[in-house]
């Protein structure tokens, strides 16, 4: 069973930068679309980005779209999450999933429930 690991977590300012990274292991992350998410307190857990498995496809949350960038080394067996200019409504802990079947290529790339495998997440703290 493919197994998720995130890392890269941390307490950060306003406008400061981080990068997070979603570490596979016993299986290959290349046949798996791959989102993030994220919950905060007292929030529903939201859809923040997705890649294909190819990479060919990704999207983006109309709240961090030009400012989170995912990427996917395959032969690293990584994904990653770039997050600039970061703001305090993105304290949350975040999430990275692995989908079996294609979904970033459909209109419900944002949901949590077409993903098959979860990581226990990593908590992002933006304040100054």
């Not at 069973?1 to 306003?14: A, H």
């Not at 979603?22 to 679309?33: K, P």
């Amino acid at each position: 069973q493919l197994q998720l690991v995130e890392s890269g977590g941390g307490l950060v300012q306003p406008g400061g930068s981080l990068k997070l990274s979603c570490a596979a292991s016993r299986f290959a992350l290349d046949n798996y679309a791959i989102g993030w998410f994220r919950q905060a307190p007292g929030k529903e857990r939201e859809g923040v980005s997705c890649a294909s498995s190819s990479g060919g496809r990704t999207n983006y949350a109309a709240s961090v779209e030009g400012r989170f960038t995912i990427s996917r080394d395959n032969a690293a067996n990584t994904v990653y999450l770039h997050m600039n200019s970061l703001k305090p409504e993105d304290t949350a802990v975040y999430y990275c999933a692995a989908a079996i079947r294609p979904h970033c290529y459909g209109t419900t790339w944002y949901r949590k429930d077409g993903m098959d495998y979860w990581g226990k997440g990593t908590l992002v703290t933006v304040s100054s």
